[in-house]
């Protein structure tokens, strides 16, 4: 494809989670006419999983997922930020490792003229989500989902009928993101120490650094990763999780037409309100 042949390209961002690749699906078996390019913008602090899936999705597509690597890396961009880690408050890392990368890509095609049409991964039972809104003119976003009314049965149905299924790591943890992405929740934490406990280590040295030089954030809300991998604490942890899943099963109504239509993931347990719409789609 020459630059003189292109008008409008049509771009779908895989973040490794399980929506962004539900709608890979969604678009490559309702839309094969349409020559999508999927990326997928990695700050080099992903679980293995996550490359696994994505090599996974490029054999159920066929074509390859572009990486988008940022031009300078976590290390680079925290001592910029004085040591302080990214929290809810300050989300430096989505902005310089995720938005920024694709930013760049796209950037030479948009100040051209041509029209990028950018797919995105919000559900329909999600649809009020704010923030997708295109500050460029030729830049267009477009909810799939939405527009088509698929919840989060109908992906995660779709994606068990299309022999993909879901990212390994759904089994402890249900987004993907960062190792030590500050959303997860607590006993996210616990089981990242389980079944990575090198990844858990590294966001330990991360979060000393970052106390020693005053930062006012911790990886976890209150505590330390040192204070939260105390075995009475982890018990509590442990003990406090079951207790809501224990409260979320009492008050759950099943569908009887659907009885898949209440999947319990993270999201249902915790709310899904802290979340970063780039990296946990
Ligand atoms: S996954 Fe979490 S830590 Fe990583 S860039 Fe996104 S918001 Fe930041």
Redesign the pocket.
């Given at each position: 494809m020459t630059d003189e042949l292109v008008y409008e390209r049509h771009v779908l961002g895989l973040s490794g989670g399980r929506d962004s690749a539900a709608l890979a699906v969604y678009m490559r078996q309702n839309f094969p006419e349409l020559d999508v390019e999927y990326f997928f913008t990695d700050?080099g602090?992903e679980l293995p999983e996550v490359y696994e899936y994505l090599g996974r999705l490029e054999g159920f597509l066929g074509r390859p997922i572009t990486r988008l690597n940022p031009d300078r890396d976590f290390d680079f961009w925290l001592k910029q930020y004085n040591n302080f880690l990214?929290s809810p408050q300050t989300?430096w890392?989505?902005r310089q490792?995720?938005i920024r990368p694709f930013e760049q890509w796209v950037k030479p095609d948009l100040d051209k003229g041509i029209t990028i049409n950018s797919y995105v991964a919000i559900r329909a039972d999600e649809a009020s989500r704010g923030g997708m809104v295109s500050k460029q003119r030729n830049l267009h976003v477009h909810l799939p989902f939405v527009e088509h009314g698929l919840d989060k049965a109908a992906i995660v149905e779709l994606l068990e009928a299309s022999g993909l299924g879901l990212p390994s790591y759904y089994r402890w943890r249900s987004r993907s993101?960062?190792t030590?992405?500050?959303?997860q929740q607590k006993i996210e934490w616990v089981r990242l120490k389980q079944e990575h406990p090198e990844a858990y280590e590294e966001a330990k040295r991360y979060e000393k650094e970052a106390l020693a030089n005053h930062s006012p954030f911790t990886w976890s809300q209150g505590e330390s990763l040192s204070e939260l991998e105390q075995p009475k604490r982890i018990a509590q942890i442990r003990e406090n999780h079951k207790k809501r899943l224990e409260r979320l099963a009492k008050n759950r109504v099943e569908n009887p037409l659907n009885p898949n239509s209440e999947l319990v993931d993270m999201d249902d347990v915790y709310g899904s309100e802290k979340m970063?719409l780039?990296?946990?789609k």
């Open positions: 700050t602090k990214p989300r890392c989505t490792l995720k993101g960062c030590f992405c500050f959303y970063c780039a990296c946990h």
